[in-house]
Every structure is written in structure tokens, then in C-alpha cells.
């Protein structure tokens, strides 16, 4: 019998991500089909994972607009929507999966689309094997040396 990884997800208009965290996967396969099916296999540390996700709308098929990033720890898909629009959950089941969290990195409300990078694939392409940027992304943030600047300290 097979066990199933945790599976964490974001999305925009346009996309799904969905992010496994598998270290040391071996032998992934991914399949993603227009219906809206994604399956997953792969093998670590001698146990094979997989599940089965029945997506809450169609997606456009492998290959088209699918991007797949394997690093040491996880796993980072790309999923195309078919049609541009906000899904009101990841499954077109309610019940709850333990498995499926939010990825709250990646999330991104719907009325702050517009202020969010263009391009959230650059992870899938470069980055650490966390699929994080290698480049800080500290924006709005203040460490305690500037807090301490800002006391005058």
C-alpha cells in the first residue's frame, strides 16, 4: 500500500500550484489530464507515494502549460487553468483532506493579483530546492538592526 505525501496549494486567475514534499523522491510521475485529474507517483526511501487529485475545474493537458520542478525536498507543479477565474477550493469534493494544506508563501488573495509578481514560475526554474529564490525577498520587512535604527539607537 501506498502512502500520500503532503501536498500544499496556492493559485492566481490563471494557475494552480501545487507543491509536494517528498525528500529524495525517485522515479516521479506526474500525469495531469484536461478533466481536471492530476495523479502522482514516485518512490522515497524505499516506499512508493501517490494520490489521485479530482481538481475543481478542467486544466489544460500536460506538457501545454504544465511546469514541474523535482529539488531534494519537494516537488513544485504549475497547473494551467482552462478557464482564466478564482476556484473556490483546490477539489470538486468538500471534504476535508488531511494531506492538502494552503500554501500560504504562495497564496495570493483574489483582489491582490494585480500586485503580485508577474511571473511566479521564475521558483520552477531556479531557486533552492526548497523551490524558494535564491534572491531575498525582504520587501516591507525590518530586522532588529533597523528597529534599533528606528529607536536611534
Given at each position: 500500500m501506498?502512502r ?6 496556492a ?37 512508493p507515494?501517490?494520490?489521485?487529485l479530482?481538481?475543481?475545474?478542467s ?16 516537488i ?8 482564466k ?8 469534493s468538500?471534504?476535508k ?5 494552503v500554501?500560504?508563501n504562495?497564496w495570493?488573495?483574489e ?35 533597523d528597529?534599533?535604527k528606528?529607536?536611534g539607537?
Amino acid at each position: 500500500m501506498s502512502r500520500q505525501p503532503e501536498v500544499l496549494w496556492a493559485q492566481r486567475s490563471e494557475k494552480i500550484y501545487l507543491t509536494i514534499s517528498l525528500p529524495d523522491a525517485k522515479d516521479v510521475v506526474l500525469k495531469t489530464e484536461p478533466q481536471g485529474l492530476f495523479r502522482f507517483s514516485a518512490v522515497a526511501h524505499g516506499e512508493p507515494f501517490s494520490f489521485t487529485l479530482d481538481l475543481f475545474d478542467s486544466v489544460l493537458p500536460e506538457g501545454s502549460k504544465t511546469k514541474t520542478k523535482i529539488g531534494l525536498r519537494n516537488i513544485i507543479c504549475s497547473i494551467q487553468k482552462e478557464k482564466k477565474g478564482w476556484w473556490k477550493r483546490l477539489l470538486k469534493s468538500e471534504e476535508k483532506h488531511p494531506h492538502i494544506k494552503v500554501d500560504w508563501n504562495k497564496w495570493c488573495d483574489e483582489d491582490e493579483e494585480s500586485d503580485a509578481p508577474v511571473d511566479s514560475d521564475d521558483d520552477l526554474h531556479e531557486g533552492n530546492d526548497r523551490g524558494e529564490s535564491d534572491e531575498e525577498d525582504d520587501d516591507g520587512m525590518l530586522y532588529l538592526p533597523d528597529l534599533e535604527k528606528l529607536r536611534g539607537k
